[in-house]
């Protein structure tokens, strides 16, 4: 299936690093960025599970980014970030490699995603996004990190 970002507005995205690739989500959904710090781990979670983290209260999941995608350990740097991400589930941490910036992007920026498949990145892509010399995968943060997409396509989720 082919996705394409259907907006007639202007959006912001939040741009960060995963593997040498430059993602992009809707800076709407960011409730925060933090410094790694690392969680309380659960057993028997997925591999990506992370564990969990105490935020004002409030009792947070947080996923590896990288490993949600199947691709190997990298060990945390100074340059490692918690984007905090409000979802309709709550609040979800997810770890990436860096933040690079916050993008505008038009309409007329927006290419549409071709079907790869299917798999866990082809269907949580919304568009890649077209800046200059730049291009960033839009990501539907809310599909990625779902229960539901949690289980489904692990298999075949590689990004290259």
Known sequence: ?????????????????????????DLLQVQEIRSYESPMRIANGPAYFNGVLELRGEVIPVIDLRLRLGLAHKQYDACTVTIMLRLP???TGMVVEGVTDVVTLMPQDLRAVPDMG??????????????????????????????????????????S
């Open 1 to 25: 299936m082919s996705h394409t970002l259907k907006t007639e507005t202007t959006r912001q995205w939040l741009s960060f690093r995963v593997d040498d690739e430059e993602f992009g989500i």
């Open 118 to 159: 299917g798999g866990l990145v082809n269907d949580c892509l919304l568009a890649l996004g077209v800046l200059d010399e730049r291009s960033l995968l839009l990501i539907d943060a809310h599909r990625l990190l779902s229960p539901a997409t949690a289980t489904a396509a692990l298999p075949d989720c590689a990004v």
């Open 89 to 91: 589930g709550g609040v």
